[in-house]
């Protein structure tokens, strides 16, 4: 039966499960290896589906990919709740900082669309599974990008050399990530380690910059307690869940344990979420902060800084 589903112009034919409403779920040896993404889960996959509509109506049974689709989906429908908060609730009257926390939001919310659909259909065929793979890299990137970029704006609001500085950075990595994300190797299961150090460095470039603003202006002119304290939840959750993700913990320790439930992907799945919203919060609260006009010459200014010192 492997042997069968490798071959590629079997795993084409329809008198297999391709167009089988009745599938029936499969263990790792019964599918081809495109169709693999980590070598600790072992059964309640399911076995190649070459429709769309049988792909989507997996979503109502139990398999490997059940908990990414349901944690993204729900991840989803919450970031277009919180889309149409921040554009009926705005927290200040600058259209520019508007439209760097929309375009947060609708980059999360596309992130997780991309995601769902990732994990809907990558048992279709090789060719959408890859092309599939890729618009969920692009989401995450795009996220990356434009969740960071109101960060670094805020952080150095009134520092415009250094706020250009880090946000131009940012955008060039982004797009050098792009590129490389767009080569076959990226989406490899042996490179998913690279995979998550490129992401990581991504997400480095954000908290580099965030404590370089607290040591350099300080805590109530980069940003308040509230908003800081924030920031170190994002950055902690996030972290914690691309290390998850990266170490396939915990079903490397436990094989064909967490098929269903708890994989290190669904985890990641859920602290992605969980960090976006906490994300969201800290960029409101940023802006919110950030409501008065910078002094004259930044904060870099002399007048401004022996403001601050008087007691
Ligand atoms: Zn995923």
Same mark, same amino acid.
């Given at each position: 039966?492997?042997? #069968?589903?490798?071959?590629?112009?079997?795993?084409?034919?329809?008198?297999?499960?391709?167009?089988?409403? @009745?599938?029936?779920?499969? +263990?790792?040896?019964?599918? =081809?290896?495109?169709?693999?993404?980590?070598?600790?889960?072992?059964?309640?996959?399911?076995? =190649?589906?070459?429709?769309?509509?049988?792909?989507?109506? &997996?979503?109502?049974? #139990?398999?490997?990919?059940?908990?990414?689709?349901?944690?993204?989906?729900?991840? !989803?429908?919450?970031?277009?709740?919180?889309?149409?908060?921040?554009?009926? @609730?705005?927290?200040?009257?600058?259209?520019?900082?508007?439209?760097?926390?929309? #375009?947060?939001?609708?980059?999360?919310?596309?992130?997780?669309?991309?995601? *769902?659909? *990732?994990?809907?259909?990558?048992?279709?065929?090789?060719?959408?599974?890859?092309?599939?793979?890729?618009?969920?890299?692009?989401?995450? %990137?795009?996220?990356?990008?434009?969740?960071?970029?109101?960060?670094?704006f805020f952080s150095f609001r009134c520092d415009s050399t250094t706020q250009s500085?880090?946000?131009? /950075?940012?955008?060039?990595?982004?797009? +050098?990530? #792009?590129?490389?994300?767009?080569?076959?190797?990226?989406?490899?299961?042996?490179?998913?380690?690279?995979?998550?150090? $490129?992401?990581?460095?991504? +997400? %480095?470039?954000?908290? !580099?910059?965030?404590?370089?603003?607290? !040591?350099?202006?300080?805590?109530?002119? $980069?940003?308040?307690?509230?908003?800081? &304290? %924030?920031?170190?939840?994002?950055?902690?959750?996030?972290?914690?869940?691309?290390?998850?993700?990266?170490?396939?913990?915990?079903?490397?320790?436990?094989?064909?344990?967490?098929?269903?439930?708890?994989?290190?992907?669904?985890?990641?799945?859920?602290?992605?979420?969980?960090?976006?919203?906490?994300?969201?919060?800290?960029?409101?609260?940023?802006?919110?902060?950030?409501?008065?006009?910078?002094?004259?010459? +930044?904060?870099? &200014?002399?007048?401004? /800084?022996?403001?601050?010192?008087? =007691?």
């Amino acid at each position: 039966m492997a042997e #069968l589903l490798k071959d590629p112009e079997h795993v084409k034919s329809q008198e297999y499960f391709g167009l089988d409403r @009745n599938w029936a779920l499969v +263990g790792i040896d019964d599918v =081809p290896d495109w169709m693999i993404s980590s070598r600790y889960l072992l059964g309640s996959m399911r076995p =190649p589906l070459e429709s769309f509509k049988l792909c989507y109506s &997996s979503w109502f049974r #139990l398999h490997t990919e059940t908990g990414n689709i349901w944690s993204h989906f729900l991840g !989803f429908i919450g970031f277009i709740v919180l889309f149409f908060v921040a554009i009926f @609730n705005p927290l200040s009257i600058s259209i520019l900082e508007n439209i760097l926390i929309c #375009l947060s939001v609708a980059s999360a919310t596309l992130c997780f669309a991309f995601s *769902f659909h *990732f994990h809907t259909v990558r048992c279709h065929s090789p060719k959408i599974a890859k092309h599939s793979e890729k618009l969920d890299y692009t989401g995450i %990137l795009f996220y990356a990008l434009f969740g960071f970029l109101p960060i670094i704006f805020f952080s150095f609001r009134c520092d415009s050399t250094t706020q250009s500085a880090y946000m131009i /950075t940012l955008c060039v990595v982004s797009v +050098g990530i #792009l590129t490389m994300s767009r080569f076959k190797a990226f989406g490899r299961t042996e490179y998913r380690p690279c995979r998550a150090v $490129a992401f990581m460095s991504l +997400g %480095l470039l954000t908290i !580099f910059p965030t404590f370089h603003a607290y !040591f350099k202006h300080g805590i109530d002119v $980069a940003f308040n307690e509230e908003a800081f &304290s %924030l920031l170190c939840i994002f950055f902690s959750s996030g972290t914690t869940g691309v290390l998850i993700y990266a170490t396939e913990v915990p079903e490397r320790f436990f094989p064909g344990k967490f098929d269903i439930f708890f994989h290190s992907h669904q985890i990641f799945h859920i602290f992605a979420v969980g960090a976006g919203a906490v994300h969201f919060l800290a960029i409101r609260e940023l802006q919110s902060f950030h409501s008065d006009p910078c002094p004259v010459g +930044g904060w870099a &200014s002399e007048n401004f /800084t022996l403001t601050n010192s008087l =007691p």
